[in-house]
C-alpha cells in the first residue's frame, strides 16, 4: 500500500537506548503541525497553502518525485482516496536545525487511517522536511518520507 504522505525521514532505529530515553522531549513547529492536520484531514487547500513555490516532494517509492502544483495535488488525491479518516499522533524523534532562512524538521510520526473496508491501520511515517522562511512565515521547500517499522 502506496503511503506517500509528505512532509519526512529521520531518527535511529535504535530509539531504545538510554540516552534517547532520557532525551526530553522537542515539539515540532506550528507549520509542522498545521501541515499534518491539514494532510489527514483531507484539506489539498490547507496542504498547499504551506507549499513554498519551489516545492519538490519525494514519496516511498523511487518514481514518487513531485515538483508541480499538479503533482502535489494529484499526490494527495491519490493518498486521500486511500482512507476514509485519518490523524497523526504526537511527533517522536524530532531534530531541528535552523539557519537565516531554511530550517530542517525530521521526525517519526503514527498515522492511524481507516480504510474503506473499515479497518483501522497504524503505521509509523518517518519525515524529513525542509522548510523556507518567507518574510514571517515558513513554507515546505523540500519533504521526503518512509514509512518504518
Known amino acids: 500500500m502506496r503511503r506517500v504522505l509528505f512532509a519526512l525521514a529521520i531518527v535511529c532505529a535504535c530509539a531504545g537506548s538510554a540516552a534517547a530515553a532520557e532525551a526530553p522531549a522537542v515539539d515540532v513547529p506550528p507549520y509542522v503541525t498545521e501541515l499534518l492536520s491539514a494532510y489527514a484531514n483531507k484539506d489539498v487547500a490547507g496542504v498547499t497553502r504551506l507549499l513554498d513555490a519551489r516545492a519538490t516532494m519525494y514519496g516511498d517509492a523511487a518514481?514518487?518525485?513531485?515538483?508541480?502544483?499538479?503533482?502535489?495535488?494529484?499526490?494527495?488525491?491519490?493518498?486521500?482516496?486511500?482512507?476514509?479518516?485519518?490523524?497523526?499522533?504526537?511527533?517522536?524523534?524530532?531534530?531541528?536545525?535552523?539557519?537565516?532562512?531554511?530550517?530542517?524538521?525530521?521526525?517519526?510520526?503514527?498515522?492511524?487511517?481507516?480504510?474503506?473496508?473499515?479497518?483501522?491501520?497504524?503505521?509509523?511515517?518517518?519525515?524529513?522536511?525542509?522548510?523556507?522562511?518567507?518574510?514571517?512565515?515558513?513554507?515546505?521547500?523540500?519533504?521526503?518520507?518512509?514509512?518504518?517499522?
Open 63 to 149: 518514481s514518487e518525485v513531485f515538483t508541480t502544483p499538479a503533482e502535489i495535488e494529484g499526490l494527495l488525491a491519490s493518498d486521500y482516496r486511500q482512507w476514509s479518516s485519518a490523524h497523526f499522533g504526537r511527533p517522536l524523534h524530532v531534530s531541528i536545525e535552523s539557519s537565516s532562512d531554511l530550517e530542517s524538521v525530521f521526525f517519526d510520526a503514527p498515522f492511524t487511517f481507516v480504510t474503506s473496508d473499515a479497518n483501522t491501520m497504524t503505521v509509523t511515517v518517518r519525515f524529513a522536511t525542509v522548510w523556507h522562511r518567507v518574510h514571517d512565515r515558513y513554507l515546505l521547500l523540500q519533504s521526503s518520507n518512509a514509512t518504518v517499522r
